[in-house]
Structure formats: structure tokens, C-alpha cells
């Protein structure tokens, strides 16, 4: 079993005090990065080796490093948090350290232990503090850490050598309009992943296989794309990123059922149990997009939202298809929606009790 140390072997910050606060004022989505990145390596014969933080700059990779060509890569994501007494704090780390050893197991590349995952967490969330915003607010720092093929080697195979990175980004809102009701385009010309695929590894090659649909859903005037299963392209499967949720006006909150095609959200886990907690009954399960529109008529469904990590929860106001639009209850954010996504933020930002023992302090 490794224990893998991450030093810090230079300080110097790249950028200035002036700068940070000009980004964290208005730290967007994924656009700034912070001053160091933590990185480990593996190869065949040593296992894990090296951990380290270094300056987050450039990496140099040879243009025949087997991730370029085969796409066999992983990666994770997650958000840390400062409390108000200025300790620095992540949520439920564990469920992504197992969700990557799963996508690696699916990818072929070697699982990084628990232990590691959350000491690299630490140490790049350690390194970098200054950059984690204010207490008070929902902002974040957004913790990506990431597993790629480095060795130079063209056979198909799975690689000998493997680097892993850890990068942090200031995060505000994921979704450029802010937390706003969501139009969703439903694509009937492409899937996310199929039976037997990829769908349940966070690997790259399902977002790659999502940016057509949503190409296509921006082409028709929506934020995002709900893709279907790839067989019989009729049951909801996900978001280009995120889980999708309903709310009935019976106290049900539905979601697809986790089939082998679907990310295991740790949000979507994690409002399942909020929503249990509260009285609303949990049931995945198989849905029909014509199910589901048909009960969005009926006003059975009162609610929808998408959720994950940089999403949160963010609420469903309309969908589209070719075959028409459907409207969520009265278009706007839904209440329950909006406080769910208020207890799951509470908690991350240590305003709610943290009953379920979901916080992990990292500095
Ligand atoms: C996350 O929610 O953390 C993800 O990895 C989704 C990505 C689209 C930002």
C-alpha cells in the first residue's frame, strides 16, 4: 500500500495578491486557476511514486503520450469551502476517492488508495488557501483532480506510465445566467454512452461524446441536453454533466436508476438522502421522456432540476424536443428545488448542521 507524501517544494507565488482578488470578485466558471498543482506518478514496475506540488503551469507530455490518441483518462470533481471561522472544508471526498478508483478500474488505469486521493486533496487545497473564497457566500474553490496516460507508446494497450494532476479553479455559478430555470433540449440524434460503454466512469470520453447534443441544444435556444438511452432512445439517462431530478405533487422525487450508463452523482446521492430526510419519497427508476412529459402536462410533475458537483442544483423550466415543448410547472425555480439546493449549500458552507457527518476538513 503507498503513502504517498505531496511536498511543497516552492512557495513563490505566480500570481499577485491584486490579481487573486480580482478573480475571486468575479471567479466565474473554470476560467482561473491558482498558483500550484499537486501531481503523483505511476508506472508499472514502481507503482506510485513522486507525489509533489508544483508551480501550476505547463505540462510536457510527448506527442505520442497514449492519452492523445486513445483518450484513456479519468478525473473527478469536487469543491472546497470556507466556513466562517476560516477553516477550509470539502464534502464527502471519500464517495469521489471510490468513484475514481471505479473509473479507473474501467479505463484500465491504476486505482490511486483513498488515503492518497484525499492527502493530494490536501496538500494542493493546503498550497493554495489564499485562493478559496470568503465565508458568506456559495462560491468555491472547484477541486479537479485528473488521471491520464503519459507513456509514448502507440499499441493499444493500457499505458505503463500514468501521471495524475490535482488543479483547483475559483468557482461562482456553473451555468453562465446564474441560478436560473434551465431551458433543456432533449437530443433524439446522439447518445451519451451505451450499455456495456463508459456512462458510469467519469472519464473525458463522455464529455467529448456530449458537446455535439449540446451544440445542437444551443442551436435551439436551450442551456443544456438531456441524452436518452442509446437503444431505444426513450428513457432518460442524464445531463451533458449532470444527474436530472423530479419532484411530483405527491411528495415523490424521482430519478433515473442507475443502469451502468449513468454517473453516480455524489450530489444526486447526497439529495436523495436530504429528500428522505425531509419526508419525500426517493424512487429510481426507469422513466420514459414521454412519461415524463406526459405527467409535466398532468401537473403530476411539479418540479425538475439538474444537479451535480459544479451544478449544484439548478432548477428545469422548459424542455424541447422535435416533437414539442413542455413547460415545468410554472417555468420559474421551484420551491422544494430551491430548498434542497439551500440545505445542500448550508451544509457545504458549514450554516447547516452537518448531520450525516459529510465534511472533511482539508485546511
Ligand atoms: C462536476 O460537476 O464536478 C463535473 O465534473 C461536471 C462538469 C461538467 C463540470
Known amino acids: 500500500m503507498s503513502h504517498l507524501e505531496f511536498p511543497l517544494t516552492e512557495t513563490t507565488r505566480s500570481q499577485s495578491d491584486v490579481d487573486r482578488a480580482a478573480v475571486l470578485a468575479k471567479p466565474g466558471f473554470g476560467e482561473h486557476f491558482t498558483d500550484f498543482m499537486t501531481h503523483a506518478q505511476w508506472t508499472a514496475d514502481d507503482g506510485w511514486t513522486s507525489g509533489e506540488v508544483v508551480p501550476f503551469g505547463p505540462l510536457t507530455l510527448s506527442p ?48 490511486l488508495p483513498t488515503e ?23 462560491d468555491s474553490l472547484y477541486i479537479r483532480p485528473f488521471m491520464f496516460a503519459s507513456e509514448a507508446f502507440l499499441g493499444v494497450r493500457a ?31 446522439y447518445a451519451r454512452a451505451g450499455a456495456g460503454g463508459t456512462g458510469d466512469a467519469k472519464c473525458g470520453g463522455n464529455y467529448a461524446s456530449s458537446l455535439l447534443g449540446k451544440k445542437e441544444a444551443a442551436e435551439h435556444g436551450a442551456d443544456e441536453v438531456l441524452f436518452l438511452d442509446s437503444e431505444t432512445h426513450t428513457t432518460i439517462d442524464e445531463l451533458s454533466g449532470m444527474n436530472v431530478m423530479a419532484i411530483t ?10 443502469t451502468g450508463s449513468i454517473l453516480e452523482g455524489v450530489t444526486r446521492d447526497s439529495i436523495l438522502q436530504l429528500a ?15 412519461w415524463v412529459t406526459d ?14 458537483t459544479a451544478a449544484v442544483i439548478n432548477p428545469i423550466g422548459e424542455f424541447r424536443s422535435p416533437k414539442g415543448s413542455w413547460t415545468v410547472g410554472d417555468g420559474g425555480s421551484g ?15 458549514g450554516t447547516v448542521e452537518d448531520r450525516h457527518g459529510w465534511l472533511h476538513r482539508l485546511a
Not at 420551491?335 to 458552507?349: A, F, K, N, V, Y
Open 335 to 349: 420551491e422544494i428545488t430551491l430548498s434542497l439546493r439551500e440545505e445542500l449549500t448550508g451544509i457545504q458552507t
Open 159 to 189: 499505458a505503463q506510465q500514468v501521471d495524475y494532476y490535482v488543479i483547483t479553479s475559483p468557482a461562482g455559478a456553473y451555468f453562465p445566467r446564474g441560478v436560473q430555470p434551465l431551458v433543456v433540449w432533449v437530443s433524439d440524434n
Open 295 to 308: 405527467r409535466i402536462t398532468s401537473g403530476e410533475i411539479v418540479e425538475m432540476f439538474a444537479c451535480g
Open 249 to 258: 405533487n405527491d411528495g415523490r422525487i424521482l430519478t433515473p436508476e442507475l
Open 64 to 111: 505520442a503520450a497514449a492519452v492523445f490518441h486513445y483518450a484513456q483518462e479519468i478525473f473527478e470533481g469536487l469543491k472546497a469551502f470556507r466556513h466562517a471561522d476560516g477553516s477550509v472544508w470539502t464534502f464527502r471526498p471519500e464517495k469521489n476517492a471510490e468513484r475514481m478508483q471505479r473509473s479507473a478500474r474501467r479505463l484500465a488505469l491504476p486505482e
Open 276 to 290: 428522505r430526510d425531509r419526508g419525500l419519497e426517493p424512487a429510481e427508476q426507469k422513466m420514459s421522456m414521454d
Open 116 to 138: 492518497d486521493f484525499l492527502a493530494s486533496l490536501k496538500a494542493q487545497v493546503s498550497a493554495d488557501e489564499p485562493w478559496v473564497p470568503a465565508a458568506g457566500g456559495e
